[in-house]
């Protein structure tokens, strides 16, 4: 009877950890609240908990799901260790959504509980890119082997509970790969995070994948090899589900992660759905979504944006050069398509966002300077993510690199695409190192971001949004050294959270160095915010502002943009126009005939 009744109290310890990576200095990248969830978290928490509602381990055996976000959250391990002990380690740490630069930092954590004899299991697309584009033993696998750490590569969905079962009983495989059957997400567990974990974030917002997959071919992305070519979405009623999940525990704010909402066959009926949730029913939502710089071709996909709460939408803009484009394989992308798109964005009142890849085989520090010019002058472009052009395990890139003996970098924690990590035909290392950092200080220029704001009060974007995005984009690399997506509000660090192999510093160092510069940066923050504020205020109260037009801002108008310098700076530019002029004339006599 006694044994009956423990067992029918024996509760699974399920941690689920997303871990963060190391800064330049060796210390856990950590804040206080960090800029955005993770929406690998989110997933997996979705399948777990549905997991623990079905009572897969039977109905005598409980789960108890813990879920930590490293970026925001200190992993106690000493405490999980003995809360683990305590129930006879029947339980597992999954290190979840792991990305090659956080691949060192999650062995680092994994570590502990190994030597504990608590059972381990880390995927995401460090795992999964390295098993589908390179052999077994690639990039540091074997640590995972021989640690004893089981590896999962694919995707969780209806597959995770296989894993929860193999720990439970003791017989925890060292490799699920899943890369040849990936799940149809349809009516699957939907993403979602409980608020505790949320209000670790800035804006109390949370994330979710309304489709996974990618048609497209671009060399330095790992997406299409890691989540496949072929699509796969949710749908409206999974959406509506995640959003009523959330808006119960007050959020209503999301990032939509997919790669490009644009190509998801079911976007009307999501936004339809989402049109009616907010306007309806009164949750007043609020999106970021991911699109390609070709989305403004579909009718009415920009206005049922605006309609389902898109406030800022992202755009894989990459770069202005046709010439690097053909050769990253990104030939979706069409220069001549960038002002149409963007001003239509703009009509709506919507915040742009785009990322642009620094290192491509044409670049130089002098053209990369050129096009930063020529995109602040003629794009309606808000805000810039720069990011450097990095050979990530699972890309093409990096296949190809790896299969050629070319040198990269073996520190894989420096692979959150802002190192240099592989050689360049036109820059040396510390060239493209500082051009990258120039970049930032020459889009974010302080005339530069009045521009801006002249740019949001002619169009409708809200004025204190962009103020928020600006700030946090201008000040954090040369404050911080890390990438604005990496960051967030007060910078933490510990002692004991140094890099393994890296001297342990004195802490009579360490904390006044610590604090004094968390000051430092802290009045130059209060000093940038100050100064922004009040550009935005007197741009504001002038009349003008509301009718400013510049380059720019002008409208599109046949073969008008012809003459500017996107088109004429480059050969591909000129191309690419000639182009566009000989399809009209072909399309012109067709008709004619």
């Known amino acids: 009877m006694a044994q009956h009744l423990e067992a029918r109290h024996r509760r699974f310890q399920l941690v689920l950890i997303k871990p963060s990576h190391y800064d330049d200095d060796g210390y856990v990248i950590r804040w206080w609240r960090a800029m955005i969830p993770s929406n690998s978290l989110a997933a997996i928490y979705g399948i777990a908990r549905d997991c623990a509602e079905r009572e897969i381990l039977g109905p005598d055996i409980g789960i108890d799901i813990v879920v930590i976000d490293e970026t925001n959250t200190r992993i106690k ?35 502990p509980f190994r030597h504990a004899n608590i059972p381990v299991c880390m995927g995401g697309f460090h795992i999964s890119g390295c098993l589908a584009m390179l052999d077994g033993a690639a990039v540091e696998l074997d640590a995972c082997r021989d640690m004893g750490i089981a590896m999962f590569a694919g995707e969780a969905e209806g597959r995770l509970e296989t894993v929860i079962r193999d720990a439970a009983e003791g017989t925890l495989k060292s490799l699920y790969n899943f890369m040849n059957d990936l799940p149809n997400i349809d009516g699957a567990p939907v993403p979602f995070l409980p608020k505790d974990s949320i209000q670790h974030t800035l804006g109390l917002s949370s994330s979710f994948d309304a ?3 990618c048609p497209y071919q671009c060399s330095f992305c790992t997406i299409i090899n890691v989540q496949g070519r072929k699509s796969r979405f949710r749908s409206a009623d999974d959406i509506e589900t995640l959003v009523r999940l959330n808006w119960a525990q007050g959020i ?25 949730l907010k306007e309806k029913h009164g949750i007043p939502l609020g999106l970021m979504i991911q699109v390609d710089t070709l989305c403004h071709k579909i009718p009415n996909f920009i206005e049922k944006s605006k309609r389902a709460g898109v406030t800022r939408v992202f755009i894989g803009l990459e770069n202005v050069n046709p010439d690097n484009l053909v050769a990253a394989k990104k030939n979706q992308n069409k220069i001549t398509e960038y002002r149409k798109m963007l001003l239509a964005w703009k009509a709506q009142g919507i915040m742009t966002l785009a990322g642009y890849i620094l290192g491509f085989p044409a670049d130089t520090p002098d053209t990369i300077r050129r096009d930063i010019r020529i995109i602040q002058e003629e794009l309606p472009l808000d805000v810039i993510e720069f990011f450097v052009l990095t050979p990530l395990p699972g890309s093409e890139d990096h296949q190809k690199l790896w299969r050629n003996g070319i040198g990269m970098d073996p520190d894989l924690n420096k692979y959150d695409v802002e190192h240099v990590c592989t050689a360049h035909e036109k820059m040396s290392k510390v060239e493209w190192e500082a051009i990258y950092q120039e970049a930032w200080s020459l889009y974010y220029s302080p005339q530069h971001m009045k521009t801006l704001l002249r740019r949001a009060v002619a169009t409708g974007v809200p004025l204190a949004s962009l103020v ?17 997506l990496q960051s967030g509000i007060l910078r933490l660090k510990r002692l004991d959270e140094r890099r393994p192999g890296l001297k342990r510093e004195h802490p009579l160092w360490f904390w006044p160095k610590f604090v004094g510069g968390t000051v430092v940066k802290h009045v130059r ?53 000639q182009h566009v002029k000989k399809i009209a004339e072909l399309t012109k006599r067709s008709s004619a005939g």
């Open 77 to 111: 391990t000493a405490a999980l260790i003995e809360t683990l002990r305590r129930n006879g380690n029947f339980g597992m740490v999954a290190l979840v959504g792991v990305q090659s630069n956080q691949y060192p930092r999650a062995l680092d954590i994994a570590r």
């Open 525 to 577: 923050l209060a000093g940038a915010i100050v100064s922004l504020c009040l550009s935005a205020y007197l741009i504001a109260r002038n009349a003008s502002s509301k009718t400013y037009m510049d380059q720019a801002l002008m409208p599109v108008k046949d073969d008008d943009d012809t003459h500017l310098s996107l088109f004429t700076q480059t050969r591909g530019g000129h191309a690419a126009v």
């Open 252 to 276: 209503h704010k999301f990032f939509i992660t997919d790669d490009n909402f644009a190509r998801n066959r079911d976007w009307e009926a999501i936004f339809d759905r989402l049109i009616e």
């Open 211 to 213: 489709g996974r997959g």
């Open 468 to 484: 928020k995005v600006l700030i946090s984009f201008a000040t954090t690399v040369p404050l911080e050294n890390v990438h604005p």
